[in-house]
């Protein structure tokens, strides 16, 4: 049996490398693998360069591997998952993401817990980069919330960029409904900001890292962006925490990446 490593490597890496060196040592590593012999390994000695190329491959590929924890298969396993029963009165926490810029995953892990009526779940955002992400309900589909949205505005209105003399313009859309109306394109805090909307139809502006007893009745409950501690904006949510008062299932998922979702059972 022969592996060739040489091969493989090279089209890993030959965009960058010189492997005239790396391939004399690579190629010269044969295993001859007989059931009815013993394993022959003959090997020239190696250059230090190929040596040093050799165990940074195998490092950045061990280290790619370990990184793929549970929450990978999590992401994975999006109908199968099994669901985690917690402990009564424990504050669950599920993490948001993670990796890193490299490798990263968006998953919610654990992806499906049961809890009791009164208990308390907490999201927080593990990735090692300023990648955000929501948690996000919606019992009534017309509260889905996009990232941007259209807005109308008088006709007299006008729009000035900031700070003066910067490069910059409303993305403006056509009104052949109101034609005495202009409509901009623009981001949508319902989206972006902690917020709920209850079963009467009335929105509600939470704060940064938001805490909120769910009554179970609400038609859209938002975390907004939450970031890893230390890597978003200013006064920026890194967390958001959930009391659910009534027995039910709850569905949710984030915004920015819709396969990333997860289920919170109370019983």
Same mark, same amino acid.
């Given at each position: 049996m022969h592996f060739p490593l040489s091969e493989g490597i090279s089209s890993l =890496?030959?965009? +960058? =490398?010189?492997f005239d060196t790396f391939d004399e040592c690579i190629t010269s590593v044969t295993l001859r693998i007989n059931t009815n012999s013993s394993t022959k390994v003959p090997m020239r000695s190696p250059s230090p360069l190929s040596i040093m190329l050799f165990a940074t491959i195998l490092a950045t590929v061990a280290a790619a591997t370990l990184s793929m924890n549970p929450l990978v298969l999590a992401q994975n396993n999006s109908s199968n998952a099994s669901t985690t029963t917690t402990q009564p009165n424990a504050t669950v926490k599920i993490q948001a993401g993670g990796g890193n810029s490299t490798i990263p995953y968006d998953a919610f892990y654990p992806k499906q817990i049961q809890i009791s009526p009164g208990q308390i779940v907490s999201w927080y955002n593990a990735a090692k980069v300023g990648e955000p992400h929501t948690v996000t309900f919606v019992t009534d589909n017309k509260t889905k919330a !996009? =990232? +941007? %949205? !259209?807005? %109308?505005?008088?006709?007299?209105s006008s729009f000035v960029a900031m700070p003066p003399g910067s490069n910059g313009e409303p993305v403006l859309l056509p009104n052949h409904q109101n034609p005495s109306m202009t409509m901009i394109l623009a981001s949508n805090a319902r989206a972006s900001s902690p917020a709920v909307i209850d079963s009467t139809g009335k929105a509600v502006n939470l704060g940064p890292n938001p805490m909120y007893s769910v009554k179970g009745d609400e038609k859209f409950i938002n975390s907004g962006l939450f970031f890893p501690k230390g890597k978003g904006p200013p006064n920026a949510s890194t967390s958001f925490t959930l009391t659910f008062e009534k027995a039910g299932v709850y569905n949710y998922y984030c915004i920015l990446h819709p396969w990333m979702k997860g289920k919170v059972t109370v019983k």
């Open positions: =890496l030959s965009s +960058s =490398l010189d !996009p =990232l +941007s %949205a !259209p807005f %109308a505005v008088k006709n007299s």
